[in-house]
């Protein structure tokens, strides 16, 4: 596709679970971020990746977080043994190059609710 | 301190009439930028416009510009016309120079149009 695909758009795990979002970027993008959004808020900084390097994790809430994209292209967050406070959108985004002028593309994010 | 403060939660404007969304930021950096999204209800990020620091010009890109004070640092975004489809969260976000390149974003205001 043309835009940044995310999925599940919905996930409903029971705490305790571990849960898996995928994000496609846009084809030949450099630069990964994942943000978290909490419910009436404004995305918070999660993790950045250019190409297969994670470069910032420092918006990582816990070290129940765990994000990878091993061939630079492909992105797997990952959440292990989930709790309430993880219901949120996990929004990915991507850009040809970091820095600048450099606009992020969004995907439509994929809502966790954690019960 | 918060770096992106939008003060306003909600507006509301008559279709075609103008409006104003307030943004103010707070950084140390004297080079960084400047951005404005849209979210609509299905929840995708949509990039409007760009203001550089070094930008001697107010950014325009059709119905929207960006009232740059950067003494005040404030970067207000304007909508003109407004049309039924501009109802949506408006987020404001910052890119620092020594950010690696992450957005920091505002909570965000919701804007109604009225017809």
């Known amino acids: 596709g043309a835009g940044v695909s995310q999925s599940p758009r919905y996930k409903v795990a029971k705490r305790g679970q571990d849960v898996a979002l995928r994000c496609d970027p846009i084809s030949g993008h450099v630069s990964l971020f994942w943000y978290q959004q909490a419910l009436g808020q404004g995305p918070e900084f999660l993790t950045y990746?250019?190409?297969?390097?994670?470069?910032?994790k420092s918006g990582l809430p816990s070290d129940r977080f765990f994000a990878e994209r091993p061939e630079g292209s492909v992105s797997t967050l990952k959440i292990q043994r989930t709790q309430q406070e993880d219901s949120a959108v996990y929004l990915c985004a991507s850009s040809l190059e970091p820095g600048g002028r450099g606009e992020l593309f969004f995907g439509e994010g994929s809502r966790l609710t954690v019960l | 301190a918060q770096k992106i403060t939008q003060t306003q939660p909600g507006m509301f404007v008559q279709e075609k009439e103008a409006v104003t969304l307030d943004c103010t930021y707070d950084t140390s950096d004297q080079s960084y930028g400047l951005f404005w999204y849209k979210q609509p209800s299905s929840g995708e990020m949509i990039f409007l416009i760009y203001?550089?620091?070094?930008?001697?010009q107010n950014a325009t890109e059709g119905r929207y510009s960006l009232n740059f004070q950067k003494a005040r640092k404030s970067a207000n975004l304007v909508i003109s016309a407004s049309q039924l489809g501009d109802s949506a969260m408006y987020f404001c976000?910052?890119?620092?120079?020594?950010?690696?390149?992450?957005?920091?974003f505002g909570k965000g205001t919701l804007l109604t149009v009225n017809p």
């Open positions: 976000a910052m890119r620092e120079r020594g950010s690696n390149y992450k957005l920091t």
């Open positions: 203001q550089g620091s070094y930008d001697e």
């Open positions: 990746f250019q190409n297969e390097a994670q470069l910032d």
